[in-house]
């Protein structure tokens, strides 16, 4: 009990310090998912205790609910020839523990080098990379607490760039009841090396979730609350008049439905409201914010994929592969 207060306690303050931190930010892509599931319902999610590996980028607690000796891959196809993708290895450790590591990439491709002039120079690539240490606990038959360490590395061009970070979340999942409750403090750190003289925070993302499953339905529905620092409406794509509360409420919130007609299978429809904003401020009404997806869990081999838009030129797939070594 005394872990679990002193982990509420971190979460917590971690959450107030970042509050006077200011909009600038670097390794903005910690904060994209590559899971197929997690897409599926919104793009964020982390509350849901499945036998899935890619969900641990969002919240090391969920650990717990993998099976030992799991290896997991992610693809998916971002905008304009841009990819991202992620790995994993998940094993347990004793009757309470579980450790993984994993990576996630997004490769940006080839772009013109100019000069400040406009003079092409040639071609130049750009890349981001993470690397990440977790392990979670379970304190008792409810709780789990985690925590997740990870190296970043970005290179643009000529200029690059290394960071640290460390994630803190707890868990809480009643099997009975079929309900899940988690907090995250996700990108608690720093640069160690800046692009350039001036060195700029990390992405800081205190995160509140949930997943509660129908008792008498197939029905699981999922609610997630990001960004809980801020509220100003500087955060937010063409506020140039002072946005409502329920508009900054739900700028802040993803939704997301899974139908699970049996253990093995499962289709997700999910909505994401910032997204949706800024796709229609942009120009774009068409399924901005919806997503979607479907996957399938069977024995060793676990497969997810899904649809989401994140930019008015063209849809995003993803892809997610794990399988249970025994």
Same mark, same amino acid.
């Given at each position: ?5 002193? &982990? ?5 303050? $971690? ?5 006077? #931190? ?22 964020? +999610?982390?509350? &849901?205790?499945?036998?899935? %590996?890619? &969900?641990?980028? @969002? ?20 905008? @304009? ?5 992620? $790995?994993?290895?998940?094993? /347990? ?10 990576? #996630? ?8 080098? /100019?000069?400040?002039?406009? #003079? ?19 304190? +008792? ?6 925590? =997740? %360490? ?17 994630? &803190? ?21 720093? #640069? ?18 949930? /997943? ?16 809980? /620092? ?13 946005? =409502? ?5 739900? +700028? ?35 399924? $901005? ?12 081999? @676990?497969?997810?994929?899904?649809? $989401? ?18």
């Amino acid at each position: 009990m005394n872990v679990r207060y002193c &982990l509420l306690i971190l979460l917590m303050s $971690a959450g107030a310090g970042a509050r006077a #931190q200011g909009s600038r930010s670097v390794f903005d892509f910690l904060n994209l998912s590559s899971s197929s599931h997690a897409n599926a319902l919104g793009g964020r +999610n982390i509350s &849901l205790v499945e036998n899935d %590996a890619s &969900l641990v980028f @969002q919240n090391p607690a969920l650990l717990s609910s993998v099976d030992d000796n799991t290896v997991n891959f992610n693809f998916l196809s971002y905008m @304009q020839g841009a990819k991202m993708g992620s $790995a994993a290895f998940v094993k /347990t450790a004793g009757t309470r523990g579980t450790w993984g590591v994993g990576t #996630q990439f997004v490769g940006y491709g080839s772009m013109p080098e /100019t000069t400040s002039a406009g #003079q092409i120079l040639g071609d130049t690539k750009a890349l981001d990379m993470a690397f990440s240490g977790m392990y979670s606990y379970n304190l +008792n038959d409810f709780w789990v607490g985690a925590v =997740s %360490a990870k190296v970043i590395y970005s290179k643009y061009g000529p200029y690059s760039s290394v960071g640290l970070a460390t994630d &803190l979340s707890i868990n809480y999942f009643d099997e009975k009841k079929d309900f899940t409750m988690s907090l995250v403090a996700a990108n608690l750190g720093g #640069q160690v090396k800046a692009f350039a003289d001036d060195h700029e925070r990390l992405p800081f993302n205190l995160q509140w979730g949930f /997943t509660k499953g129908m008792a008498h339905a197939p029905l699981r529905f999922s609610v997630t609350l990001t960004d809980l /620092t801020h509220w100003s409406k500087k955060y937010y794509y063409n506020a140039e008049k002072e946005p =409502s509360f329920g508009r900054i409420l739900t +700028n802040h919130l993803n939704i997301g439905v899974d139908i699970v007609p049996t253990d093995r299978f499962y289709v997700a429809v999910g909505y994401n409201f910032r997204r949706a904003y800024e796709l229609k401020a942009a120009g774009s009404s068409r399924f $901005a914010g919806f997503t979607c997806g479907a996957g399938l869990n069977v024995k060793k081999f @676990q497969l997810g994929l899904a649809y $989401a838009k994140y930019h008015v030129s063209s849809p995003c797939f993803s892809v997610s592969l794990g399988y249970s070594i025994h």
